[in-house]
Structure formats: structure tokens, C-alpha cells
T-cell receptor
């Protein structure tokens, strides 16, 4: 069964450093998303992406964040200058075109630890 | 911002019995509702969904009920199995490719 994959599974970085989290969505999906879950809190929406542009973003997704689909398979989230409060699980998701667009399928997540 | 609420943080059920997980929402614009199952250190796994035009959707042991007038939905698992032990998230969206808003989750423990 096709699935969303994410790399790395765990990323440790120093405050102020740039990180890039990578995702490979399900191959025929056209809509892509990033969510995050800070320990003990809810899963929160960050950004959605379609047709090579951002469709919607939350207030969390400030100028320090960016997303990119550099090729036909990868979808990345970049945090330009990490802060301690960026420590969280980051989940990539994708959804199919057409009738199944409503259902988002999630990857296993990347645990980001900012020291 | 508590647009999707799961008021029971945990639930314990005996194997073979029914598990009922509840969820309430406040946003009338939500058009599509989903349940996800999550194990520690893994991503949410899609379980079952329901559109606002329906009041019930069934998939094997899992049934989701939607009461739009009460802004309430529930997930029934019958019979419950030990492998069902996980955190269950209720989620909602405006439909299409709109963002999904998650509840806080209910930790289900199925006791053998």
C-alpha cells in the first residue's frame, strides 16, 4: 500500500541553524501539507501546497518557514533559523485529486529537537 | 481555539466489548470528519471518515456516527481488540483540500 515517507526520522540541531525536513508524498497525490505536534499538544496545521504554490498557511508559518517541491517526488519544509520552541514532531501529509481529496494521509513524522 | 473537542482523554474497554469514542465540534463550516489512529512516535493513520451529508459510515469493525444538529460525532469499534489500543484523534475540515483541525485525542486501552 502506498505511503508517505519522511526523512530524517530524528533531527537534532542548534538554535539558529537551518533545517530541511523532507517528505515523499504518495505518488499520484497532488495536495501536500505540513503539520506539527509539540509534545503534549494537539496536531496543528502549518501549510498546504498545491500546484507549486501555498494554498493556505497558519499563523505559525511565519517568514522563518518555507516549503518547496524541488522535483516530482519530494516536498520539503525549511526552517531558516530554528528556535527552541520549534522542537516538535513534524508530519507531512498528502491527498489525492478528485473525490478522495478530503482524506489526508500522513507520514511517520520527523522529530525535530532544537538545543 | 477548541474547534474540535474530545473530552475523554482516556478510555479502557474489555476485549470483545464495544468502544465508543466521542467528539464535539463548534465550527458549522466543517463539512468532512475523520478519525485517525496514532501510536507513539508514529504519524496519524487514517481510519474512517464521514461527509456532512451522511449520518453514518461503516467499515468493518469501525462505524462513525454524525449528529450535525448536536455537532457531535462518535466512533464505535466492535468488537474491540487489544491491537486497537492507541490514541484516537477526531479531525474535521471544510472539505476538499482544506486544512484538517484535530482534537486532543483519546487514549484507548483494550484489556485482554
Amino acid at each position: 500500500e502506498p505511503e508517505v515517507t519522511q526523512t530524517p526520522s530524528h533531527q537534532v540541531t542548534q538554535m539558529g541553524q537551518e533545517v530541511i525536513l523532507r517528505c515523499v508524498p504518495i505518488s499520484n497525490h497532488l495536495y501536500f501539507y505540513w503539520y506539527r505536534q509539540i509534545l503534549g499538544q494537539k496536531v496543528e496545521f502549518l501549510v498546504s501546497f498545491y500546484n507549486n504554490e501555498i494554498s493556505e498557511k497558519s499563523e505559525i508559518f511565519d517568514d522563518q518557514f518555507s516549503v518547496e517541491r524541488p522535483d516530482g517526488s519530494n516536498f520539503t519544509l525549511k526552517i531558516r533559523s530554528t528556535k527552541l520552541e520549534d522542537s516538535a514532531m513534524y508530519f507531512c501529509a498528502s491527498s489525492a485529486p478528485g473525490r478522495d481529496t478530503d482524506t489526508q494521509y500522513f507520514g511517520p513524522g520527523t522529530r525535530l529537537t532544537v538545543l | 481555539d477548541q474547534q474540535v473537542k474530545q473530552n475523554s482523554p482516556s478510555l479502557s474497554v474489555q476485549e470483545g466489548r464495544i468502544s465508543i469514542l466521542n467528539c464535539d465540534y463548534t465550527n458549522s463550516m466543517f463539512d468532512y470528519f475523520l478519525w485517525y489512529k496514532k501510536y507513539p512516535a508514529e504519524g496519524p493513520t487514517f481510519l474512517i471518515s464521514i461527509s456532512s451529508i451522511k449520518d453514518k459510515n461503516e467499515d468493518g469493525r469501525f462505524t462513525v456516527f454524525l449528529n450535525k444538529s448536536a455537532k457531535h460525532l462518535s466512533l464505535h469499534i466492535v468488537p474491540s481488540q487489544p491491537g486497537d489500543s492507541a490514541v484516537y484523534f477526531c479531525a474535521a475540515s471544510g472539505g476538499g483540500y482544506q486544512k484538517v483541525t484535530f482534537g486532543t485525542g483519546t487514549k484507548l486501552q483494550v484489556i485482554p
